[in-house]
């Protein structure tokens, strides 16, 4: 694309259009850029429109051109396909710097973001004027006081030197912060300094300089201070080292001072000189926590003014960052080397009341929050996420002085808390926040015991507490009064669960139900949850503390008020409230007419959802709470089998006919457990299923896989005559060979053989055995995995323990001859001791064990090399701890990820499937190996002792010996 | 009291574990861009004030130390002016004449912290400094000269390059022709020429001063080889690694420096401890010839036997990269069983019971290098008196020092690695470490600003929680607010921490955690 006048008049208008409020042209104008865009000099050509004059081109134009131009970069600077070309590369470095500094704000802040792209990939090595012109043109923006162009430069040099905050430390990221180091910070200190020295002169000029002059210079010391932080933050730079007293006493300046005239000026005032202070923060903040050696000379200082600074902010409602970055630096200090700062007289005391306490009182925005947005509010209240709000960060400031003043936090806190309390006493109505405070900190600042669900608190005696502050809330008659106080007791309720003890939580569980009718979200929404966890509160020895008959008194008002729930405004989809059903359904006892009820409700909502799904939360304990009442209900009463299944499938029809992909994992799940559920023959409209489950169509997904093998597993086990008919087993196997093919899906592959083995009789599966045996083989030529090698011996001993050693050897050798063996030396022997898994160990020692004693071929003494390894074998799988001889073959988990919500699999927890032991008879396959063998050896005595000395390792022949003592046999 | 829920979107899997960061030895950067801390206890440049051979002594100097500055400079600019005169002058008494303006410059250059270099120079001293160092020129004038030229490429970096045209002349004198006080002078200025600029150092290389160097460091003298190995550390450290290189292969030098570190006096030890410091971290050839020598039991005899904090610095630095830098170091010299392994480990633990800040950094760091070995190297660290010592700094000791501690502890837990397997858990150690309370030590680097300790804690999180028996690993962590820190990285800029952290997050506290415990 060449720069002319033509160009010049097409890109024009292509760019007018694209403002167009008309789709027609809009599009027309977008799809002629996107079609330009592939040409070379595209970008160039653009980047020349936003550069013409504002006289000829219209301001919106060039803008719009501008938003393109660092779209364009983006994807095309360094992509695999259609990438810019070198030459045009070049002449964009040499016109982007002059261009975007001397463009109008909106303009200016687009080509910086297009030369931080360019600066992602080429600075410093591909672009080594970049540095000194902005350096000379910041010597030059500086000399003239321009603060457009020197705040276009800073903010240019701030996000290319971005990268040294968040990538790893190496040789080549070090060279290129040498680099930045050795040219920008002098440059940068001077302008820090001069820009200084202007704030100091026109903070003291009478009458003050308007709000407008001062802006720009603070926005400037904030992009220092920003820069400041990104050079730092590797390691202490040289040249920061020996300048820090002018860093630090600038920094310390604008903690302590007061700009009046800005801050006065309006919000926007406060929240600039704010942020500076916020910067500096940050950058003592890092100095504190690795140079504190270097720094230690000003920490005093700066400690004195953070906490004054703080005392102030801390009784505004707004001025939250600052407040945030403020509070973590003390908390540095407080947990660091110099924590003797707290140490002195009355400075915890002071700390609490003025800096913690006022932190953590609710604030307007808080009360906003709790109305409009409870999914946000709950998620910072209830479930940790709440990192970078005041309330938190003050309580994390009260515990990092707790790591070495435990006892002074404790008192001081605990009096806190006290004098809060009687505050509320002596006027409720007006002093309602102060419980609310007292409650937070108690419950902010309670520990977690290890590995349970036991959470502790040395401020106040839990008991008490809960029956003087906590129970007054729940018994409260009104529902809808004070509901942040409500919320406070539900959550205090539900965190210290465990310690509140049965009879006492008993007492309060028709509160909790009554409080599921709330109006406000975070009230039914904590109602919701808090019996959800008392339900799940386990005693010693894992008994869940409640039963069936502990809520069944109250069980059908809890039912109603839960379903209810779900019509409240924005509550259609409340995840805790679901979450609570799915708890109930697992521990009541419910009878046939509620089980009709429940899954009637939870039917409708499953046809809500499938409309559009958008909770995946809510989705998931829906299904849950589908698949625990189906399988308790029907387990009870296995009438009820039916029932379900007139309730579901209309509806699970409409998943699969409508292909609402996200819900074909669950669904295949619950089919797979209604399957299961019935007693054979299967009504035949499982049989169209099973069609469906065998169209290749449905295996694509990856994120069905496991669900259909799953299904595929119940229809072998509960069918297995259908399933011999026709061609169904041939489609079957069908599905085994492609499973097999990839890695990722090879063990389900498995799983589905393994099924069809252990399900089918051996006449039925005669046939295709010498095609099962070949695709093995296969797999085995392309690729020998752990997981494969582990597959395949679990394959085999299923496979020979089920129809004998002599049908595994014929039909292998029967595909190629004598491949037994060379399957038994080359993969068997060796790779026995990777089996895992107690049912896995005890099948494929017995499949071992009858080869060595049974088979012929191994009791050949030509074959005595192989017996004796074998033994070895199983000695070393027999007597290691799993860790000792599985390595690990990492963490990647079996099915194919990263495609998405839609698509990934995800396990119903009470859908599950049992286990089966393919030999219930058998209970411990260590004796069963040492019987058998010291039988064995009882035959041909002096035979086999010789062969164990000569084949087996030193180690095991100890172990074996060991096994033998432990159940007194001998090898003879 | 974070609920994590349940999240549907699955990640990565974990790629990395301690086994594969922290179990690898660690070498230090290369490149650095801190001020350079041996700066601090001995310069990289050096002001000559007394003289070397000792002999003479300035009468003048006390009385003249309060004068101002500005009647330095004058009567330097006319020292300069005396010299060029004295140099001119043929007549009778020539000799005494130039010496006696040389000695008259050299004072004024030596009497001040800040010797007014920038009025030497511009009087033009280093062309007439240099015709002093004419060949044949009796050894006073010779001395003089170089102890001027020392003290004027003590200054700046740009009046040091002044000194330019005189570098060959100041080489030349190095040879064995030269009376060993002045090759001595015209070492300490060439010292101070390498000093901080990597340019002159080329310089200097390209015109051969660093084999007549690494020879005056041969012969036991201790001035000459104080100075000449004070010199040559200087020249030689890069970090481009070819003058390291070089220098190990001069005949004698290894030789040298193991006898000097026998039996030298601490002083000349502690420069010949920096030329094995630089040698040790650039050059792989010196690496291993200096394992395979006696050094690392010198070394470790060294820090044994001696206080002093400017020795012990050098030598434990340089014991860390030879251990980092050569696998025979750990494996063959510092074998479990040996007595100087249990000596190393007693000197390790030493030194991180020094009050000594650094010391106890370069101890942690020398020790996760050997807690990086072989499993019997592990054992024998847990079972020293290191681990409780260990503990206590990870929870108390500055930031830079609890890192190191980490990268030790960290190793101690995880079986080395041979070719791709993946490392196994030694988990007598993890859960001895845990259960004696190192968790929250690691969940607190997650949370500092930097970025590698936060991968440290991110990694030994990944252990407690795939390695605790009995799934308490999950259970521990949540306790010590671990899912808190690790959540702080769900929108991180760097991947690998993002993907970590968010992945250990999904696949301990995916939806089995909330459904099976609570």
């Known amino acids: ?972 | 009291m974070a609920d994590p829920g349940f999240s549907s979107t699955k990640r990565d899997p974990i790629k990395s574990s301690v086994g594969n960061a922290a179990g690898i030895r660690r070498r230090e950067h290369a490149v650095t861009v801190g001020k350079e801390r041996r700066e601090s206890l001995v310069r990289a440049k050096r002001l000559c004030r007394v003289g070397i051979s000792d002999v003479e002594v300035d009468v003048e100097s006390d009385m003249m130390i309060d004068e101002e500055q500005s009647i330095l400079e004058s009567q330097t600019s006319l020292a300069v002016q005396n010299l060029k005169s004295a140099l001119a002058y043929q007549g009778k008494g020539a000799m005494q004449k130039r010496v006696g303006a040389l000695q008259k410059l050299r004072r004024l250059l030596s009497r001040s912290e800040f010797p007014p270099v920038e009025s030497a120079l511009k009087a033009g001293a280093v062309a007439i400094l240099a015709q002093c160092l004419s060949f044949g020129s009796p050894d006073e004038q010779l001395l003089e000269a170089a102890w001027c030229l020392t003290n004027i490429a003590a200054g700046n970096p740009e009046e040091t390059k002044a000194l330019l045209p005189a570098l060959p002349l100041l080489i030349a004198h190095l040879g064995e022709k030269s009376s060993s006080p002045v090759a001595e002078q015209c070492a300490w200025a060439l010292g101070n020429v390498a000093g901080d600029d990597e340019e002159l150092r080329n310089v200097l290389l390209i015109q051969g001063a660093l084999i007549p160097l690494a020879r005056m460091m041969l012969p036991y003298r201790r001035s000459t080889v104080r100075t000449a190995a004070w010199a040559l550390s200087n020249l030689i450290k890069g970090p481009n690694p070819k003058a390291a290189n070089e220098l190990i292969c001069v005949d004698g030098v290894l030789d040298a420096i193991v006898r000097h570190l026998t039996k030298a006096d601490d002083e000349s030890a502690t420069e010949v401890a920096w030329v094995v410091v630089y040698l040790s971290a650039l050059s792989n050839i010196a690496t291993s010839m200096l394992v395979k020598s006696d050094v690392l039991q010198l070394l470790v005899n060294r820090l044994a036997t001696s206080n002093s904090l400017q020795l012990m610095i050098p030598v434990l630095r340089s014991l860390g990269n030879l251990i980092a830098g050569d696998s025979h170091a750990t494996y063959t010299v510092l074998s479990p069983g040996l007595a100087v392994t249990d000596n190393a480990i007693q000197v390790m633990i030493k030194c991180l019971k020094s009050e000594q800040r650094v010391l106890k950094k370069e101890a942690a760091w020398v020790l996760s290098n050997i807690a990086a070995g072989s499993v019997e190297h592990k054992q024998l660290i847990y079972s020293s008196e290191a681990v409780p010592l260990l503990l206590h700094l990870l929870s108390a000791a500055p930031f830079d020092i609890r890192k190191e501690v980490a990268y030790i502890l960290g190793n101690l837990c995880v079986a080395p690695t041979k070719g791709d397997e993946k490392s196994s858990l030694i988990l007598e150690h993890l859960v001895s470490l845990v259960e004696k309370g190192c968790l929250p030590g690691f969940i607190d680097l997650v949370r500092s600003a930097d970025i590698e300790a936060a991968r440290l804690g991110l990694q030994f999180i990944e252990l407690v929680l795939r390695g605790m028996p009995n799934g308490k690993g999950p259970k521990l962590v949540e306790q010590e607010d671990g899912i808190e820190a690790m959540e702080r990285f769900q929108f991180h800029e760097n991947e690998d921490l993002r993907t970590m952290a968010n992945s250990l997050v999904d696949k301990y506290f995916g939806e089995d955690y909330g459904l099976d415990e609570l």
């Open chain 1, 1 to 972: 694309m060449e720069w002319n006048p033509q160009t010049r008049q097409f890109l024009s208008d292509c760019f007018l259009h694209t403002l167009s409020p008309a789709p027609e042209p809009r599009r027309r104008a977008e799809s002629s850029l996107s079609e330009a865009s592939n040409l070379p000099n595209f970008g160039l050509a653009v980047l020349r429109l936003v550069a013409e004059p504002p006289n000829s081109i219209d301001e919106q134009i060039r803008q719009s051109a501008a938003v393109n131009f660092k779209n364009h970069l983006r994807l095309r600077w360094s992509s695999e396909d259609n990438p810019i070309l070198e030459p045009e590369k070049q002449q964009i470095k040499t016109l982007i710097v002059p261009l975007m500094l001397s463009a109008p704000s909106k303009i200016q802040s687009q080509l910086s973001e297009a030369l931080a792209i360019i600066g992602n990939h080429d600075f410093p090595k591909s672009w080594p004027t970049l540095l000194p012109e902005l350096v000379s043109s910041l010597q030059e923006a500086s000399q003239s006081s321009d603060y457009v162009k020197v705040n276009g430069i800073l903010g240019t040099a701030n996000s290319i030197f971005r990268k040294f905050r968040f990538q790893y430390k190496t040789n080549d990221l070090l060279l290129d912060l040498k680099y930045c180091l050795d040219n920008f910070t002098a440059p940068l200190l001077e302008i820090f300094l001069k820009t200084a020295s202007l704030i100091d002169s026109a903070a003291a000029t009478v009458p003050p300089p308007p709000a407008a002059n001062l802006q720009p210079l603070f926005e400037s010391q904030k992009l220092c201070c920003r820069i400041f932080y990104s050079l730092n933050f590797q390691e202490l730079p040289e040249f920061f080292e020996d300048h820090m007293k002018e860093w630090m006493s600038e920094f310390r300046k604008y903690l302590t001072t007061s700009y009046p005239s800005l801050e006065g000026s309006g919000p926007d005032g406060l929240a600039l000189v704010d942020e500076l202070r916020s910067a500096v923060c940050e950058n003592i903040n890092l100095y504190m926590e690795k140079n504190e050696e270097e720094f230690q000379g000003y920490l005093n200082d700066f400690a004195l003014a953070v906490w004054t600074l703080l005392v102030n902010v801390s009784q505004s409602t707004s001025r939250d960052q600052l407040a945030i970055t403020a509070i973590k630096f003390l908390t540095t200090v407080s947990t660091s080397v110099h924590h003797a700062l707290f140490a002195a007289d009355g400075v915890i005391p002071q700390i609490c009341q003025g800096i913690v306490i006022p932190n953590v009182r609710l604030r307007d925005d808080d009360e906003e929050l709790f109305e409009m947005n409870h999914i946000e509010y709950i998620r910072r209240d209830m479930e940790g996420s709440d990192l970078d709000t005041r309330r938190r960060i003050a309580c994390e400031l009260l515990k990092g002085i707790a790591t070495h003043y435990g006892d002074a936090v404790r008192n001081i806190a605990s009096a806190q808390i006290q004098s809060l309390l009687s505050s509320f006493a002596s006027n409720p109505t007006a002093n309602w926040k102060d419980k609310d405070c007292a409650i937070y900190l108690v419950v902010s600042l309670s520990t977690k015991k290890a590995g349970t669900s036991y959470v502790s608190t040395d401020l106040v005696d839990v008991q008490s507490f809960f029956q003087s502050v906590i129970v007054p809330e729940l018994q409260s008659s009104d529902v809808n009064g004070y509901p942040m106080l409500k919320a406070g007791a539900l959550k205090f309720f539900t965190m210290f669960r465990s310690q509140i003890s049965k009879h006492v939580a008993l007492q309060f569980l028709p509160d909790l139900v009554r409080f599921l009718t709330a109006e406000s979200n975070v009230v039914h929404s904590y109602a919701a949850s808090c019996i959800e966890k008392l339900l799940s509160v386990k005693d010693e020895g894992g008994r869940l503390r409640y039963s069936s008959a502990d809520i069944a008194p109250i069980f059908a008002m809890l039912m109603n008020n839960l379903f209810n729930a779900f019509k409240l405004p924005e509550s259609e989809e409340n995840q805790y409230v679901m979450k609570c059903i799915m708890r109930v359904l697992g521990v009541a006892d419910v009878q046939l007419d509620v089980a009709r009820i429940c899954i009637e409700g939870l039917g409708s909502l499953l046809s809500e959802v499938c409309k559009n799904p958008k909770n995946p939360v809510f989705n998931h304990y829906l299904f849950e709470s589908v698949a625990i009442l189906v399988k308790r209900a029907s387990e009870r009463d296995p009438s009820l089998v039916s029932v379900f299944e007139t309730s579901l499938f209309p509806r699970l029809e409409i998943i699969l006919s409508n292909d609402v992909t996200e819900f074909f994992p669950y669904t295949f799940q619950l089919l797979a457990l209604l399957v299961e559920l019935n007693r054979p023959p299967i009504p035949p409209i499982y049989m169209q299923i099973f069609e469906i489950l065998l169209s290749p169509d449905s295996w694509k997904r990856t994120s069905n896989v496991p669900a259909l093998v799953r299904l595929l597993q119940a229809f072998l086990q509960k069918a297995p005559n259908e399933i011999s008919q026709g061609d169904r087993l041939t489609k079957v196997l069908g599905i085994f060979d492609t499973l097999i093919q990839s890695s990722s899906s090879s063990e389900q592959g498995f799983y589905v053989l393994n099924t069809v083995i252990e399900s089918l009789p051996y006449e039925v599966i005669t046939p295709y055995i010498s095609h099962i045996w070949a695709a093995i083989f296969r797999e085995l030529q392309k690729r020998r995995t752990v997981k494969l090698l582990k597959s395949l011996l679990i394959f085999i001993s299923l496979f020979l323990v089920k129809h004998g050693w002599s049908n595994v050897i014929d039909t292998m050798n029967a595909v190629q001859p004598n491949i037994f063996s060379v399957i038994l030396t080359q993969f068997w022997i060796p790779n026995l001791k990777l089996i895992t898994g107690d049912i896995e160990l005890k099948l494929t020692t017995v499949a071992s064990t009858r080869l060595i004693c049974e088979s012929p071929v191994l009791l050949d003494p030509a074959a005595s090399v192989s017996w004796g390894k074998m033994v070895d074998s199983i000695v070393t799988l027999l007597s290691r701890k799993e860790q000792d001889r599985v390595e690990d073959e990492g963490d990647m988990p079996d099915i194919a990820e990263n495609v998405g919500y839609t698509a990934t699999f995800v396990r119903l927890y009470n859908a599950g499937r049992n286990e089966e032991d393919p030999l219930p008879d058998i209970k411990d396959p260590r004796k069963y190996f040492v019987a058998s063998l010291s039988q064995l050896c009882a035959h041909s005595p002096g035979r086999f002792p010789n062969v164990i000395t000569e084949n087996v390792e030193t180690a095991n022949q100890e172990a074996l010996l060991q096994l033998c003592n432990t159940y007194n046999v001998a090898l003879v």
